[in-house]
């Protein structure tokens, strides 16, 4: 292993400042000379700084600046938009504005501080659609900027009200959008797709704060339903988006999306949105690992694959000897799941059989419906 090596596996307890003083002494020169580990250190200084919370001093100041009055009712997302001037100052690194995320950070605490409490395969969903709350006064008259794929960030609001609505209704939440139905005799990917160009269609007849509101009445509606508040519950199984999973599972899912498509926004936007927290980023890599392992089945040259920072798990045949290893960050995996990397594009560690790991990275791209 060489010193580059040694300091990069040390860069996540100096974000932490857990590192020994010898240590201190190895890492620090290191990160005045090599531009890519300096760069990644303080990427993890800024995520610790995250998980952590800002500082009351912060959180208040940001809320009172930036926030305004919370809002108490259903309409809270057009009450976020209102008397908030778009993109405040803020620094800008690599094209994205760094100043608001204790802003964000705070927005999204506070919301998610005064909804109802869910357990815990609910939560990175509604830390999600806190996340994304947090975000929207930054939209305000931005609604007609590029994001992914052919959407805006109004056509962008409006997929996420179609992508939740199918949970939605198997849980008995009334749509917000006329039209809902889930045809189990349709392949579900072109159902899918059908769906979300008949509510973005009809959402462009809506004002976006129309259509913000909607996203967010049906978001709160599904949190406040029993199946995000019992596990038990909520470990029944249903099919959807092809796939049958408990309810647990599909929640996660709707997480999963949420922060995927708030990401885009606030890239779109030049705005640096943090990533879900360690343990909902741990929630959301093992649900991504039990499917891509069911995707590869069991006839697959075996894989170890592993987080950094995290777990491990065979991938493929488990009676054969591991052909490879594949290390991905688990940012960087979540959003190869997600349609976000190509294969050969997302950073990687490997050794062994390359067609092995290219058949792993193939596969998880696949997976990708957003």
């Given at each position: ?7 990069r596996d040390l860069l996540a307890a100096w974000a ?318 979540c959003l190869l799941v997600g349609g976000r990397y ?29």
């Amino acid at each position: 292993m060489t010193d580059h090596d040694d300091v990069r596996d040390l860069l996540a307890a100096w974000a932490f400042g857990a590192l020994e003083p010898a240590e201190e002494h190895t890492v620090r020169p290191h990160l005045a000379t090599c531009e890519s580990c300096a760069a990644e250190a303080e990427r993890l200084r800024t995520t610790a700084r995250l998980l952590d919370g800002p500082s009351p001093e912060s959180v208040e100041v940001s809320a009172r600046v930036l926030e305004g009055p919370r809002p108490e009712s259903d309409d809270a997302a057009r009450g976020a938009l209102d008397g908030l001037p778009p993109n405040p100052a803020g620094a800008v690194r690599d094209g994205l504005v760094v100043t608001p995320l204790d802003a964000l950070l705070a927005r999204a605490r506070r919301a998610r501080a005064a909804a109802a409490p869910v357990a815990r395969h609910a939560t990175p969903y509604a830390a999600a659609v806190a996340a994304l709350g947090a975000l929207l006064p930054e939209l305000a008259g931005r609604w007609s900027t590029p994001v992914v794929h052919d959407w805006d960030v109004h056509a962008t609001l409006a997929h996420l009200l179609a992508a939740d609505e199918h949970l939605a209704v198997r849980l008995g939440v009334g749509a917000r959008v006329p039209g809902a139905r889930i045809d189990e005799d349709m392949e579900w990917g072109a159902a899918w797709e059908r769906r979300t160009a008949e509510v973005i269609a009809h959402e462009y007849g809506r004002t976006p704060e129309e259509t913000v509101a909607a996203w967010s009445a049906q978001a709160a509606d599904l949190l406040a339903t029993p199946y995000a508040s019992d596990p038990e519950l909520a470990a029944g199984t249903t099919l959807l988006m092809g796939i049958r999973l408990p309810v647990t599972e599909h929640f996660l899912v709707r997480g999963f999306e949420a922060w995927i498509h708030t990401d885009d926004i606030g890239r779109a936007l030049g705005i640096a949105v943090p990533p879900p927290p360690e343990e909902h980023l741990g929630q959301l890599v093992r649900l991504a690992v039990r499917i891509l392992g069911g995707a590869l089945g069991s006839g697959a040259p075996p894989v170890l694959f592993g987080v950094r920072g995290g777990e491990e798990w065979v991938l493929g045949s488990q009676s054969d000897p591991v052909a490879a290893e594949l290390t991905l960050d688990p940012v960087d995996f979540c959003l190869l799941v997600g349609g976000r990397y190509a294969p050969d594009a997302v950073p990687r560690n490997a050794t062994g059989d390359a067609a092995a790991v290219r058949n792993v990275l193939e596969a998880a791209a696949s997976l990708s419906w957003l």
